[in-house]
């Protein structure tokens, strides 16, 4: 079992309501965007406050260190998946990002210790979360959006490169964190 604590929980939440996000997104009924642009909307914050309140409360946990990324993961892939299936999004927008996400998730597993998010991955992850958001509730997606979209598959692209060069530069050493953030967050 894993230690209980709010941050936790919240993470459990999040991974909970993956599933309640594709029912709502690929259900297609009346107000089902806007139940799933909630869900997401609520996912996403749950994202932010656990962080927060593990690092304010000293609640950092083993099971927060692993699952929080995982959770995060979960939520975004579950989406952009929901929204390739829905031709919302083109399948090579998520290719890219998911592709990304797996290889960070990946190397942060094999390194010797926590690597911490750079503050590029911080504008990364805020990016796909306003861009898949604005996915979800705007339906065709004005130009806008589709500018979104692009600015964070670009984003993505960069942080993920910024990513690999850190990590060759200090061989397979965590990169000194830039704040005091103990959680890790892609």
Not at 16 to 36: N, Q, R, Y
Not at 62 to 91: C, E, H, Q, Y
Not at 167 to 178: E, H, I, V, W
Request: net charge neutral; charged share 15%; hydrophobic share 60%.
């Amino acid at each position: 079992m894993f230690p209980l604590n709010v941050p936790n929980v919240l993470t459990l939440l999040r991974i909970l309501l993956v599933p309640a996000l594709v029912v709502a997104l690929l259900e297609e009924t009346t107000g089902g965007d806007v139940l799933a642009a909630c869900i997401f909307a609520v996912a996403s914050v749950t994202d932010f406050v656990d962080g927060w309140l593990a690092r304010t409360r000293g609640n950092v946990t083993t099971f927060g260190k692993l699952m929080d990324p995982i959770a995060d993961k979960l939520l975004v892939i579950a989406a952009l998946v929901s929204l390739v299936s829905l031709d919302r999004l083109a399948a090579w927008v998520a290719m890219v990002i998911i592709a990304r996400e797996l290889a960070v998730t990946f190397a942060r597993a094999r390194a010797d210790g926590v690597i911490p998010a750079a503050s590029l991955g911080k504008l990364k992850t805020a990016l796909q979360v306003a861009a898949i958001f604005w996915l979800i509730v705007l339906d065709p997606s004005p130009a806008w959006v589709d500018a979104l979209v692009y600015v964070a598959v670009a984003v993505t692209v960069v942080s993920g490169i910024d990513f690999f060069f850190g990590l060759r530069r200090g061989g397979d050493q965590p990169r000194p964190a830039a704040s005091s953030h103990s959680r890790i967050d892609v």
